[in-house]
């Protein structure tokens, strides 16, 4: 694990010195947006068709939504109760509760699995990301931040219309496949595999690019401590006590609660820029737990893989 972190850490150096260095006059923000462009509408949608066309997909896929919903709802009864406890300002309270919820499965948790596991884990990160934590930030997630926040559209757009986005017709489409025995050709296989395989460093690359130490400051350290703390403590430990009432064994229940152990997710500061959420306080948040994630990860990989019959 502490090789893997290492190697991920410097892919990830290299985009945070992009921020610094800007080749070509390409600044981060720039360069990332094209990124991530490129992932979300294209390298990621091949990925999820890869996988889940031929994923055991079944009713224990329904047990991956329910550990991550479960363990997202209780991260967010946590920092909500803190924050009516101590009174914190909407604006900061609404960013607090998408970073100390939302984990970055795919981003991170993606590459993390995929090399601590094997390429069977890519079908635990993309279930847990599609079932689970995506749909309950663009529904739940989405509620918050309009509580919260201000609405700035002048025609708020409905919760469904996020699901209209390339990873959810790219698993549709592989599930409806699965589900019905058809088996994929081998040279559009091998297309699918060949656009898989940018995914994971173009999106360490992207994380680096968008961790910026200029959003660390002192004012928003009261703030960022009952995140961090929930975020990388408390929330391994719900998702660790959650699935010891499902039916998910092996290192596939080892899989899906590192996965939920990753640190804050980039989208949410979409929804604080959105909503008018404290964005400065959210991306501190990012940066802090990415960072204290490469201590915390091999840590809870030693718990799950050495003393989990000890919990």
């Known amino acids: 694990m502490n090789l893997i972190l290492i190697q991920m850490t410097l892919i990830m150096a290299c985009g945070?010195?992009?921020r610094f260095a800007k080749p070509a006059g390409l600044s981060a923000e720039h360069t990332r947006q094209v990124l991530t462009t490129v992932v979300y509408y294209m390298l990621l949608p091949a990925m999820v068709l890869e996988v889940l066309w031929s994923a055991d997909i079944g009713l224990h896929s329904f047990q991956y939504t329910l550990l991550g919903v479960g363990s997202i709802a209780l991260a967010m009864l946590c920092i909500w109760m803190i924050g009516v406890l101590f009174k914190?300002?909407?604006r900061r309270m609404g960013a607090m509760i998408l970073a100390a919820a939302f984990p970055n499965v795919t981003y991170l948790g993606l590459p993390v699995l995929e090399?601590?596991?094997?390429?069977w884990a890519r079908s635990v990160v993309i279930q847990m990301d599609l079932f689970a934590t995506t749909p309950l930030l663009f529904t739940v997630g989405a509620l918050v931040a309009r509580h919260y926040g201000e609405e700035t559209a002048e025609k708020p757009r409905p919760v469904w219309l996020f699901f209209n986005a390339p990873p959810f017709w790219a698993a549709a489409l592989a599930v409806m496949l699965n589900m019905n025995g058809v088996v994929a050709p081998a040279w559009l296989l091998g297309v699918l595999q060949k656009l898989s395989a940018a995914v994971v460093p173009l999106m360490l690359f992207s994380l680096g690019l968008a961790l910026s130490w200029k959003a660390v400051t002192v004012r928003n350290i009261?703030?960022?401590i009952p995140v961090m703390v929930i975020k990388m403590a408390l929330m391994p430990l719900f998702a660790?006590?959650?699935v010891g009432y499902l039916p998910i064994t092996g290192e596939y229940r080892a899989a899906a609660v590192l996965d939920l152990s990753m640190p804050s997710m980039l989208l949410g500061i979409?929804?604080?820029?959105?909503y008018r959420l404290d964005s400065s306080l959210y991306a501190m948040a990012v940066t802090v737990t990415t960072v204290i994630s490469l201590i915390a990860l091999p840590f809870w990989h030693g718990v799950l893989m050495n003393g989990w019959r000890f919990l």
Do not use: A, N
Request: proline content about 5%.
């Open 16 to 18: 945070s010195g992009w």
């Open 88 to 90: 914190f300002e909407d």
């Open 115 to 119: 090399q601590t596991f094997g390429g």
């Open 222 to 224: 009261p703030y960022i």
């Open 240 to 242: 660790m006590v959650l």
């Open 270 to 274: 979409v929804f604080c820029d959105r």
